[in-house]
């Protein structure tokens, strides 16, 4: 296997868990891809890290699925797409890389109240990236950005279906739910795990709840198609896992990627 073959697998990049989100979506959409994923789970959380110190971290998990033969990276990790995204392109220049997008403008096209409430990691919050998308799609419409403060812990943590995980997402929540938001997009990848929660603490208010990954899976399969690296139709896919983290890391990994997809292992 060499990289850039057809039959090479897909990378796919997080600081820990959350990147699975992603991971699952690619599965669906693309089920004959063979796919790595890399959670890193030795540095996890990211959020708070200096940009500096994200860019490292991405670049030294990049390098490794490169290593690994990879045909494609995905960085399924908002925070590192916003520290490092133009670096990684630069530096893996013949490498087709996809980033997070922050869903912002699906978001403000689809906002009735004019108010959209934006989820992430602090430091995706304060990222040129997000910034220069709420600017451009969010003329006239009031968007909140509010960090999840303690919720890649609780997904880290497999706390995300407790009384403890509803308070923390209430809390975060509720405020701009008083603003009169109506659509709250899902910031990192980390989230969409709390998802059942955070559909209870909006039950009922008329919010939807906006998950990029679908769409940048929809970015893989296109790059794939521009790109002519498609796996051939008569490939057997494999899916492996990597962490910086220790082998019991690694099964959470894989016993996460399956439950959810509730395929057997
Ligand atoms: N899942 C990541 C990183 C969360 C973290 O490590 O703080 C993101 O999308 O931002």
């Known amino acids: ?29 693309l089920p004959g891809e063979s796919l790595v994923y890399l959670g890193d789970g030795a540095n996890c959380p990211y959020g ?5 110190e994200v860019r490292a971290l991405a670049d030294a998990a990049v390098s490794r699925l490169v290593g690994m033969g990879c045909k494609m990276v995905v ?20 490498l087709p890389i996809v980033g997070m997008e922050p869903a912002v403008k699906p978001a403000c096209l689809a906002t009735r109240s004019g108010v959209v409430g934006v989820l992430a990691t602090e430091r995706s919050l304060d ?3 997000f910034r220069r998308t709420a600017a451009r799609y969010g003329s006239g419409i009031e968007v909140l950005t509010v960090p999840g403060t303690g919720f890649v812990e609780l997904v880290e943590g497999d706390r995300e279906d407790t009384p403890e995980a509803e308070a923390t997402v209430r809390a975060a929540v509720e405020p701009m739910l008083a603003r009169g938001a ?4 899902l910031g990192c990848t980390h989230y969409p795990f709390l998802t059942p929660v955070l559909e209870r603490v909006v039950a009922g208010r008329g919010v939807a709840i906006v998950d990029p990954s679908p769409a940048v899976a929809r970015r893989v399969a296109q790059l794939l198609n521009d790109c002519g690296l498609r796996a051939p139709a008569d490939h057997e896919p494999r899916f492996t896992f990597r962490t910086f983290a220790g082998e019991e890391y690694c099964e959470r990994l894989k016993a996460k990627a399956f439950s959810q997809l509730r395929i057997k292992n």
């Open 1 to 29: 296997m060499t990289a850039n073959s057809n039959d090479a697998p897909i990378g796919v990049y997080d600081s820990g868990l959350g990147g699975l989100t992603v991971w699952r979506e690619i599965r669906r959409m």
């Open 48 to 52: 708070s890290r200096p940009r500096e």
């Open 75 to 94: 960085v399924a990790c908002n925070t590192a797409t916003a520290a490092a995204i133009d670096f990684l392109r630069e530096k893996y220049a013949d």
């Open 127 to 129: 990222g040129e990236l």
């Open 182 to 185: 109506d659509q709250i997009v």
